[in-house]
């Protein structure tokens, strides 16, 4: 096993009951099948092949801990920091839309439609979507405005929309690029933008930098997490990313999370050279995500799944901030610290690696001694002395306790 091997925490509810908010977010009965289904929700990211032989490892008991293990570069682990980051906010900050909440916000969207123009103007408006999302979002506030099929446009045709004024339909908004390349692609003269979650702050820089956009509306403002992720330092990152992405979008932030039904939205990762050249992290479960479903079973075959290590039950068992995982050449054992994400490992291989193993099976040294004395040609005094030292030294290392 390379010496290089490391771990960094993705999840760690060592302060609070992040149980049930996993289990919410999830949809999960149990923290075992929480955290499976949040490891089947990493893996099939696009980004996580980019990482040098990442390991999924959690542990459900006491509490959820789940890690990545790998030989990880400064970009993997600037990359599996943001995802630290990104599952923090999500597990406690977020919004799952499925079809009947669907419904409710664009419920929402057609009465500040109606508000603004009234049923008579709306009535006059050509109507288009931005794939795919927006195409749902337009179905259903068609019917909400009792839409003609002569009003509803198709991307390609929405260039030459009969009507004067074009009104766009997504189902989010992040940036506002998808909206810029609509409004570029339109020889409509009054253009309205509108999508069901937006931040308020977006929508006002669209209608700031599009002459021809009249409005653009959200049905609900997405809150900006950016300034309370980066505490003192946001002025300067704010700055940094503005002038080094200046077309990314009309607008820099991080919305808080969200995720569809039909699709979770697409996000883009900071790549070495501080462009937005990589795809960012998608962390909605395959059970509740149309799209990501579709993305999980066509890599079925390749994807490696998260391992959940055993508990043990005797009174000679790991530390509960330990997590370890089998790899080609020996075993990681990781103690998770509780000040930083990164958690430095311990190689063991040869006997250690039978000792560790022999301890957790058995749960005292008594019955790891029975078994590795099957195992290996040496005293039993001999074997005593050498697993007793062996024992004290994960001891004193807080990698196992004694009760």
Same mark, same amino acid.
């Given at each position: ?14 302060? +609070?009951?992040?149980?049930?908010? =996993?289990?919410? #977010?999830?949809? $999960?009965?149990? *923290?075992?099948?929480? @955290?499976?289904? &949040? !490891? ?75 508000? +603004?123009?009234?049923?008579?103007? =709306?009535?006059? #408006?050509?109507? $288009?979507?931005? *794939?795919?999302?927006? @195409?749902?979002? &337009? !179905? ?81 403002? =997405? ?181």
């Amino acid at each position: 096993m390379p010496e290089s091997v490391d771990a960094v925490v993705l999840l760690d509810d060592r302060n +609070r009951d992040t149980v049930g908010q =996993l289990l919410d #977010f999830t949809r $999960t009965p149990t *923290p075992e099948a929480a @955290l499976q289904s &949040l !490891g089947e929700a990493i893996v099939i990211n696009p980004l996580w092949n980019t990482i040098n032989s990442p390991r999924l490892v959690a542990r459900a008991s006491p509490y959820p801990l789940l890690a990545v293990f790998g030989e990880f570069s400064s970009a993997d682990r600037r990359q599996l920091f943001e995802l630290a980051a990104q599952m923090e906010e999500v597990l406690h900050r977020r919004r799952y839309v499925d079809y009947r909440e669907a419904e409710r916000v664009t419920g929402r969207l057609a009465e500040k439609l109606i508000a +603004r123009y009234g049923r008579e103007a =709306l009535a006059t #408006f050509s109507y $288009t979507a931005i *794939p795919r999302g927006g @195409l749902i979002v &337009l !179905g259903m506030l068609s019917y909400l405005l009792d839409l003609t099929h002569e009003q509803i446009m198709t991307a390609a045709g929405a260039h030459s929309a009969p009507a004067d004024t074009l009104v766009i339909v997504d189902d989010c908004a992040l940036s506002g690029v998808r909206f810029r390349g609509m409004i570029a692609r339109t020889g409509a003269p009054r253009v309205v933008c509108c999508t069901l979650f937006a931040p308020r702050e977006l929508c006002r820089a669209v209608e700031r930098a599009e002459p021809r956009v009249e409005t653009c509306i959200a049905a609900e403002d =997405l809150v900006d997490l950016a300034p309370e992720r980066h505490g003192d330092a946001y002025a300067a990152w704010h700055a940094e990313r503005a002038a080094s992405a200046p077309d990314a979008g009309y607008w820099v932030g991080i919305p808080e999370y969200i995720g569809f039904a039909w699709s979770e939205p697409e996000t883009r990762a900071w790549g070495a050279d501080g462009e937005l050249d990589l795809p960012g992290w998608n962390v909605l479960p395959p059970d509740l995500c149309l799209k990501r479903r579709a993305l999980a079973a066509a890599g079925s075959d390749t994807l490696k799944p998260l391992t959940l290590v055993p508990e043990s039950k005797g009174p000679i068992r790991p530390h509960e901030r330990v997590l370890w995982v089998a790899l080609e050449d020996g075993i990681a054992v990781a103690p998770v610290p509780t000040d930083t994400s990164r958690a430095p490992c311990f190689r063991l291989e040869g006997t250690a690696e039978a000792m560790w193993q022999a301890i957790l099976e058995h749960g005292t040294l008594e019955g790891a001694e029975e078994a590795l004395s099957r195992q290996y040609e040496v005293s039993r005094e001999t074997l005593r002395a050498d697993l007793e030292a062996f024992a004290s030294d994960l001891e004193n290392n807080d990698i196992i306790v004694r009760r």
